[in-house]
Antibody
Framework: QVQLQQWGAGLLKPSETLSLSCAVY????????WNWIRQTPGKGLEWIGE???????NHNPSLKSRVTISVDTSKNQFSLKLNSVTAADTAVYYC???????????????WGQGTLVTVSS | DIVMTQTQLSSPVTLGQPASISCRSS???????????LSWLQQRPGQPPRLLIY???NRFSGVPDRFSGSGAGTDFTLKISRVEAEDVGVYYC?????????FGGGTKVEIK
């Protein structure tokens, strides 16, 4: 059974850097892309970006200049950094696994439990 | 970006009755490989989203057969044949045909 377990700081001040990590248990780490998505009451679900096991990334252009996604295959973990946060970055952040091939290609089959990140002075 | 638009149900649903949720994309979701990467996700209160349907009409592992998906091109539908209490939540369509991945605004299913 695949499980994604995420963690990171939940309260930030404006201009600080958001940092979240996600550990993957069960299943292979290669053959998928590892995604970050956030959810706000106002904007709904917003895809942030993805990374595969070899470190290739894609980002949402709306956030690209502030986002860094990295992977540590030795630990089956991947991470998100979002710099210069503002109140608009307050959201629940999810990690998720995207199938990149086979029958389930391009579907987000497994999600982490979510981390509420609040940006406030 | 591809914009995904969902409408709201007109009213809460009676247990055992059907529900139909619509999703429209701002451009065709047919990928160059011939597939249409339209998924449906369910989000129960306090839970992360969960994959229900992938590639328009295929149920993911463990999804009850009362859920079905249909559509083509830019218009898609999720149907629940007989709504159960555990189906309460928000349903999202999502496209993964083109980066960035985008989601609909969600459709809330409530029980009457």
């Amino acid at each position: 059974q695949v499980q994604l377990q995420q963690w990171g700081a939940g309260l930030l001040k404006p201009s600080e850097t958001l940092s979240l990590s996600c550990a993957v248990y069960g299943g292979s780490f290669s053959g998928y892309s590892w995604n970050w998505i956030r959810q706000t009451p106002g904007k709904g679900l917003e895809w942030i970006g993805e990374i595969n096991h070899s470190g290739s990334t894609n980002h949402n252009p709306s956030l690209k200049s502030r986002v860094t996604i990295s992977v540590d295959t030795s630990k089956n973990q991947f991470s998100l950094k979002l710099n210069s946060v503002t109140a608009a970055d307050t959201a629940v952040y999810y990690c998720a696994r995207l199938f990149t091939g086979g029958e389930f290609r391009n579907s987000l089959g497994y999600w982490g439990q979510g981390t509420l990140v609040t940006v406030s002075s | 970006d591809i914009v995904m638009t969902q409408t709201q149900l007109s009213s809460p649903v009676t247990l055992g009755q059907p529900a139909s949720i619509s999703c429209r994309s701002s451009q065709s979701l047919v990928h160059s490989d011939g597939n249409t990467y339209l998924s449906w996700l369910q989000q129960r209160p306090g839970q992360p989203p969960r994959l229900l349907i992938y590639k328009i009409s295929n149920r993911f592992s463990g999804v009850p057969d009362r859920f079905s998906g249909s559509g083509a091109g830019t218009d898609f539908t999720l149907k629940i044949s007989r709504v159960e209490a555990e189906d309460v939540g928000v349903y999202y369509c999502m496209q993964a045909t083109q980066f960035p991945l985008t989601f609909g605004g969600g459709t809330k299913v409530e029980i009457k």
